[in-house]
């Protein structure tokens, strides 16, 4: 079709156009009609040029038939917050992209009509060009975020593109548009926003960060930070401040460099935030008892109520750890600097001062804001091989270990004495390579040097506690709470399957289940039982309100000695300063009335870090294992489910998931209280802490899911038809608890682990 052509008189199509694309804004056919004094039935031709203009695709005719440049934002649209600068400026993209190419910029300038925005925020603006692909915008509100998204790998999948998600959990893949990519490319982990469902298909997403390369060696740990959301970058004002602090001089504080302080901590720490010494008290009325010092790094120092470093350190509640790296709470320059108890410098410290006598029982107790100076920084190994007089080395310095593991020793007897709970839950690590890639996974060494520190910090997180409650000042303390009865019922009905009897009239005390663990140690039952003892716990938390520490036989219990990485620790420094008038940072009103709110958030940030490093390893090891599929291992019964068996593979520390389809065919009922699984046809059980042999079909590090197959193993028992009286297996209703059904087969096949 020929261009259409203006009557004589008027403007070419090339000004109309030229007017159009210069534009800051849409315009309409009112407004070009004034611009060119076009009156009358002029405006009729204007109308159908401007129609085939669009038709063309020389301009698009958005909302009330508003014309302008292809690809040209709307006057009003929705906007994401990418980026805020130093000054408040903020960094926009149109939700409502969908073209190939990359999105104008828009930003949006400070003003203090300016409704407050933060990163990933939603906002109504509108929008005035600056230039081609250049945009000004003003917010006119903000809006609420839908709050769904996914994180996951793009791939790439005929013509279109899917984001398969890191969550095992989820059902099935995300679309992606092609406008809807932000730069993304097949093969890299991304995090995208859910879109409004339509109203058939897959969901689809709008990617709105790319983490990386999915096969880089530190992709593991990105999944892990952006799946749970963990704040990893630092404003720069946290930054800037933490850079710019100085040193302590000594001014009022009390002078303890001339105390031999150590620290002690695993040969791959960077930051060292506690110190500890110990001698004989030389006092005739204290015969065998010692003097302890556990002197800690003066993070209030540095770190003050309401300014940026405090807002962030609240916000992260915690650090967290990851094979190959550490979200910290406190950037570096604090964290690995002026807060790291590194050795022959001069450090900010609040220390406390502990006697304990013969008996491992502290007698007194005294807090100190002091300057100290550690004389070495020692691995838990190098201190442990002086104990044990196996070191060649001269690392340790003399006369440093015997009153330690002195002190250790009256402290370990006093812990058992008042009956701790004795957990033997092995642990495992893995050990990365030069290439970021696992090189093994092994056992973690559990030696005395390890629980001589817990056992100083244990006494010292006492001291505090005793310390605010004494003076009548707020406290963060860490509370565990009595077991849940049902919970100890439900574990007391597995340990009858055993015939293991478990006493649990009257009070329950940890020494209860000291004498279970007893019991079972050395036995195949030992782990299994270990864990469901665990199980059975309250989960520990931090709270205003003292209700007591069960799991460690203590009444009163504070966080005093990590400041650095928990933020509960600076909350009880800060209280500590205040309740010795050692100087105006302490706590203030303000905290404390927040105390509560406080709580409840510290607590959720520790589980939120506790689950990121826990589907890290899950990934990690998910990894490793990939270059094993076919391998057979043996594997120990850790739970029973309508899904399947849970199986703990020996060695590798991996969990998995052997299905029902994968069992020998059968129906399967499930006794849940006793943790135990029986064939209707075949009498073959299985229960929990039982060792089968598996193999691995597949294991996939995007989801941290490991498949097995079953090879062998169970316990052979009497079909359901043949059971006299003396059968084995749950019947329904029976008292052991329901018993649900499930179909075995062994030849069937099941979907990869998601």
């Known amino acids: 079709m020929a261009p259409r052509k203006m009557p004589p008189g008027l403007p070419s199509r090339e000004a109309?156009?030229?007017?159009?694309?210069?534009?800051?804004?849409?315009?309409?056919?009112?407004?070009?009609?004034?611009a060119f004094n076009i009156k009358g039935a002029d405006r009729i031709p204007l109308k159908a040029m401007l129609k085939d203009l669009a038709v063309e695709g020389q301009i698009d005719l958005g909302r009330h038939r508003?014309?302008?440049?292809?690809?040209?934002?709307?006057?009003?649209?929705?906007?994401?917050?990418?980026?805020?600068?130093?000054?408040?400026?903020?960094?926009?993209?149109?939700?409502?992209?969908?073209?190939?190419?990359?999105?104008?910029?828009?930003?949006?300038?400070?003003?203090?009509?300016?409704?407050?925005?933060?990163?990933?925020?939603?906002?109504?603006?509108?929008?005035?060009?600056?230039?081609?692909?250049?945009?000004?915008?003003?917010?006119?509100r903000r809006l609420e975020s839908s709050g769904e998204r996914v994180v996951g790998q793009l791939r790439k999948e005929g013509k279109g593109y899917r984001i398969v998600s890191s969550d095992r959990r989820a059902r099935s893949d995300y679309v992606v548009e092609p406008g809807d990519l932000s730069e993304a490319k097949p093969g890299e982990l991304v995090v995208a926003e859910i879109l409004p469902r339509g109203r058939m298909g897959l969901q689809h997403v709008r990617i709105t960060e790319v983490l990386g390369d999915a096969n880089a060696p530190r992709a593991v740990s990105l999944i892990a930070i952006a799946e749970h959301e963990i704040p990893a970058v630092f404003p720069d004002a946290c930054t800037v401040q933490a850079e710019t602090s100085k040193p302590v001089t000594l001014g009022k504080r009390t002078d303890l460099r001339n105390i031999p302080f150590v620290t002690i901590d695993g040969s791959d720490a960077r930051d060292f935030d506690d110190a500890v010494h110990a001698e004989v008290d030389t006092d005739p009325k204290n015969k065998g008892g010692y003097r302890i010092l556990v002197a800690i790094a003066d993070v209030a120092h540095y770190v003050r109520p309401g300014d940026a470093l405090d807002t962030e350190a609240r916000k992260r509640g915690n650090s967290v750890y990851f094979p190959d790296r550490v979200v910290p709470m406190l950037p570096e320059a604090l964290s690995n600097g002026l807060c790291s108890l590194r050795p022959n410098e001069d450090r900010a410290c609040l220390a406390v001062e502990m006697v304990i006598d013969s008996r491992g029982h502290k007698m007194?107790?005294?807090?100190?804001?002091?300057?100290?100076?550690?004389?070495?920084?020692?691995?838990?190994?190098?201190?442990?091989?002086?104990?044990?007089?196996?070191?060649?080395?001269?690392?340790?310095?003399?006369?440093?270990?015997?009153?330690?593991?002195?002190?250790?020793?009256?402290?370990?007897?006093?812990?058992?004495?008042?009956?701790?709970?004795?957990?033997?839950?092995?642990?495992?690590?893995?050990?990365?390579?030069?290439?970021?890639?696992?090189?093994?996974?092994?056992?973690?060494?559990?030696?005395?040097?390890?629980?001589?520190?817990?056992?100083?910090?244990?006494?010292?997180?006492v001291a505090a506690a005793e310390?605010?409650?004494?003076?009548?000042?707020?406290?963060?303390?860490r509370v565990h709470e009595t077991p849940d009865p049902e919970k100890v019922a439900a574990l007391t009905e597995f340990l009858k399957g055993l015939e293991i009897p478990f006493g649990t009239s009257g009070v329950i005390r940890p020494q209860t289940f000291?004498?279970?663990l007893a019991k079972v140690r050395g036995e195949?039952?030992?782990?299994?039982?270990?864990?469901?003892?665990?199980?059975?716990?309250?989960?520990?938390?931090?709270?205003?309100?003292?209700?007591?520490?069960?799991?460690?036989?203590?009444?009163?219990?504070?966080h005093f000695t990590s400041p650095i990485r928990r933020y509960s620790d600076l909350l009880v420094h800060r209280a500590l300063i205040d309740a010795h008038g050692f100087g105006k940072d302490g706590l203030g009103d303000i905290e404390a009335e927040s105390f509560f709110e406080t709580a409840a958030h510290i607590s959720m940030t520790e589980r939120r870090a506790a689950a990121a490093e826990r589907t890290a390893i899950a990934r990690y090891v998910a990894a490793f294992l990939s270059e094993q599929i076919g391998n057979t291992f043996?594997?120990?019964?850790?739970?029973?489910?309508?899904?399947?068996?849970?199986?703990?593979?020996?060695?590798?520390?991996?969990?998995?998931?052997?299905?029902?389809?994968?069992?020998?065919?059968?129906?399967?009922?499930?006794?849940?209280?006793?943790?135990?699984l029986y064939g209707r046809a075949t009498g073959l059980s299985f229960k929990i802490g039982e060792t089968l042999v598996v193999k691995l079909v597949d294991a996939d590090p995007l989801t941290g899911g490991v498949l097995l197959d079953y090879v062998s193993g169970g316990t052979p028992g009497v079909p359901a038809g043949r059971r006299g009286a003396g059968r084995q297996g749950p019947k329904r209703n029976q008292r052991s608890g329901p018993a649900k059904r499930h179909r075995g087969n062994a030849k069937g096949r099941a979907k990869k682990p998601r």
């Not at 199980?535 to 009163?556: D, I, K, M, T, W």
């Open 634 to 676: 043996e594997a120990r019964v850790s739970g029973i489910a309508s899904a399947g068996m849970f199986m703990a593979l020996a060695g590798v520390g991996a969990d998995g998931l052997l299905p029902m389809k994968r069992l020998p065919n059968d129906f399967y009922d499930i006794d849940e209280h006793r943790h135990s």
């Open 514 to 516: 000291n004498e279970l």
């Open 467 to 477: 310390t605010l409650e004494a003076k009548k000042r707020p406290c963060m303390y």
């Open 16 to 34: 109309i156009l030229e007017f159009i694309r210069d534009s800051p804004t849409p315009v309409g056919r009112r407004e070009i009609a004034r």
């Open 364 to 461: 007194s107790h005294k807090f100190m804001r002091g300057l100290m100076r550690s004389t070495a920084r020692l691995t838990y190994e190098q201190v442990q091989a002086e104990a044990d007089g196996t070191t060649d080395t001269d690392v340790v310095p003399d006369g440093i270990t015997a009153p330690l593991y002195g002190a250790f020793r009256l402290l370990l007897a006093a812990r058992e004495k008042r009956g701790a709970l004795d957990l033997n839950l092995p642990e495992r690590k893995v050990v990365l390579g030069d290439d970021g890639k696992i090189a093994s996974i092994e056992p973690r060494e559990r030696l005395d040097s390890h629980q001589l520190i817990e056992e100083f910090m244990v006494l010292a997180n």
């Open 66 to 140: 508003r014309a302008a440049a292809p690809g040209t934002l709307p006057e009003v649209t929705v906007v994401a917050i990418t980026a805020i600068d130093d000054d408040g400026n903020a960094s926009a993209r149109p939700l409502t992209w969908r073209e190939e190419n990359a999105p104008p910029a828009i930003t949006i300038p400070l003003s203090s009509r300016t409704p407050s925005v933060g990163i990933g925020d939603r906002a109504l603006v509108k929008l005035e060009r600056t230039d081609k692909d250049q945009y000004r915008g003003r917010i006119m």
């Open 524 to 558: 195949v039952h030992e782990t299994a039982v270990n864990e469901l003892v665990l199980r059975s716990q309250s989960q520990a938390v931090y709270s205003p309100e003292n209700l007591g520490h069960f799991g460690l036989g203590l009444r009163r219990y504070a």
